[in-house]
């Protein structure tokens, strides 16, 4: 017996197997784009110009902010030592010697939370 090959089947296999191929190439197409991109290690990793700059500038306004600061809290906590000293027992001049005191140490505590701040956001920059 002689099987009888129908020509209608045989086309739309033909077309199954066209798309079948045509898939594989897209998705082999693909698979390969993908391999690439992530493999490739020597992608520009360098920080952009706009993010350099603002971390030197952090790191300067940090530097010139401790440089002045931390000289001046000494002299104002110097100055208020000396008042309180040579007070000889004035209420007015210990109270004020002791504002001046409080105030230097808390000023100069500021800074350096600020500085601690601008250390967090440069952190989270770079």
């Given amino acids: 017996m002689v099987k009888k090959i129908n020509l209608e089947n045989n086309k739309n296999i033909s077309k199954y197997q066209i798309n079948k191929k045509y898939y594989f190439y897209i998705i082999f197409t693909f698979i390969l784009?993908?391999?690439?991109?992530?493999?490739?290690?020597?992608?520009?990793?360098?920080?952009?110009?706009?993010?350099?700059?603002?971390?030197?500038?952090?790191?300067?306004?940090?530097?010139?902010?401790?440089k002045l600061s931390t000289p001046a809290a000494a002299v104002a906590v110097g100055v208020g030592v000396f008042m309180k000293k040579f007070s000889f027992g004035d209420e007015e001049k210990m109270r004020?010697?002791?504002?001046?005191?409080?105030?230097?140490?808390?000023?100069?505590?500021?800074?350096?939370?600020?500085?601690l701040?601008?250390?967090?956001i440069n952190s989270l920059i770079g």
Avoid: H, Q, T
């Avoid at 490739?40 to 530097?63: G, Q, R």
């Avoid at 004020?96 to 500085?115: E, P, Q, T």
């Avoid at 701040?117 to 967090?120: G, N, P, T």
């Fill in 33 to 66: 784009i993908l391999i690439l991109l992530l493999s490739c290690n020597s992608v520009n990793a360098a920080d952009p110009k706009i993010v350099k700059k603002l971390s030197d500038a952090f790191e300067d306004i940090e530097d010139w902010i401790l």
């Fill in 96 to 115: 004020m010697a002791k504002k001046v005191i409080r105030g230097s140490l808390f000023s100069y505590g500021f800074i350096l939370a600020i500085d």
């Fill in 117 to 120: 701040i601008l250390s967090a």
